[in-house]
Every structure is written in C-alpha cells, then in structure tokens.
C-alpha cells in the first residue's frame, strides 16, 4: 500500500513551477535590459574617459596655453562600400598644448549618385583621448554628397594642457586624430524605408 505521506501535493508542485518560470523570465528580462543599456553605458565611459583613444567634445577654447608643444598626426580611411576619396589637407602639425587648431579634410563623392556617409575617430595612444578636446568636428553629424561634389571639412580642436600635469604621459610627443567614413542612410532616406516597411501587405498602415 503506497503511504499517503509521500504523496505529491499537485498545487504545491504548480506553485512551484510558476515561482521557478517567474524568476527564469525576470532573469531574461534583465539580462535583455543590460544587453540595450550596454552600448550607451559604454559610449558613455568612453566619453567621459577618453577609454580607448575616444576624444572629448569642448564648448570652448582653454583660458591657458603650455609651452609643451607636441606633435599632432593626421589619419583617413574610408571603409568599403563607400566611393569617396577622403584626405586631409596637411598630415602632420605641431602644435602648443592648449592652442585652438582648425585643420580641413577634402572629401570627394567619386559616385555617380547621392551618398551620405559619416565618420568614426579615435586618437592614439589610446590613454590622451580624454586630453583631446574637439570644439568643432564634421563627425558629429551625417554629410550627404552629390555626385561629384567636393566638400572642405573642417575639425577644430585643442590638446588640453592638463597633459603637461600627468607624469604617465610625459613621453608622448606625438598623437594620431585617426577619421574613417563608413555609409549611413540619409534621414529622408531612413524615414521612407520605414513608411514602406509600415504600409507593406501585411502590416498596419500608421496614422
């Protein structure tokens, strides 16, 4: 005869079960909010570092120069899929920690159409990005092109002079402002697609 003590309470095991598929599901939950939250967290650490070469955006130009001078090194890449030519007008500059430099980049659309592209940056070594400070840059926001067109770009920027004032960087004497150019999709571009997407057989048209 089978003892009724060892028996199974069936609701016991149900509230069980649903405690366990709760915690799995919050778990997941979680882990897709951190997975979202990472990039911007990242983008974030990298500005507000310099981690990883990532450079700093200034408002304005430094109360004080140094007389360090240090060596600022020009880089341009285009990535593929991108017909543009994309070069700087001058590949190197010395320059006084602390002094305002606008320098130009000459950016060709060689295409026989429209494009829009924008461009990534860094600075090396990787540890003075926190010291590079951009007041005005053609990376913060998307160029479309003509066929043909040819554009001057400029980047204003400054060394900040507390890099006189870390001994961890004492033998840098010259910094590389690496830009590439990657394809993006114009913003009327972005917003046609995605009222094509949303009136397409089988999706809800929006109001």
């Known amino acids: ?41 990242y983008s974030w650490f990298c500005h507000a570092t ?10 304005s130009a430094p109360t004080q120069t140094s007389a360090r001078k240090i060596t600022v090194r020009f880089d341009s890449n285009v990535s593929g899929g991108l017909p543009w030519r ?22 060709v659309n060689e295409a026989a159409r429209t494009i ?23 990376c913060f926001s998307t160029q479309t092109m003509r066929p043909g067109e040819t554009r001057d770009m400029a980047v204003v920027f400054y060394v900040d002079p507390k890099l006189a004032q870390d001994s961890d960087e004492d033998g840098v004497d010259v910094i590389t402002l690496s830009y590439t150019f990657y394809p993006a999709r114009a913003p009327d571009q972005a917003a046609a697609a995605a009222t094509a997407e949303s009136t397409a057989p089988g999706q809800p048209g929006r109001i």
């Open 50 to 59: 310099g981690f990883g070469g990532t450079t700093q955006v200034a408002k």
């Open 116 to 138: 829009t592209g924008q461009a990534g940056y860094n600075v090396s070594p990787p540890t003075v990005g926190i010291y590079f400070e951009k007041i005005n840059c053609f």
């Open 1 to 41: 005869m089978r003892d009724p003590t060892n028996q199974v309470d069936p609701q016991r095991t149900s509230r069980r079960d649903l405690i366990v598929a709760f915690a799995c599901g919050g778990c997941v939950a979680v882990m897709i909010g951190l997975s979202f939250a990472a990039v911007p967290l």
């Open 86 to 107: 994309f070069e700087p007008e001058r590949r190197t500059i010395d320059v006084h920690l602390g002094e305002v430099v606008t320098v130009y980049y000459k950016v």
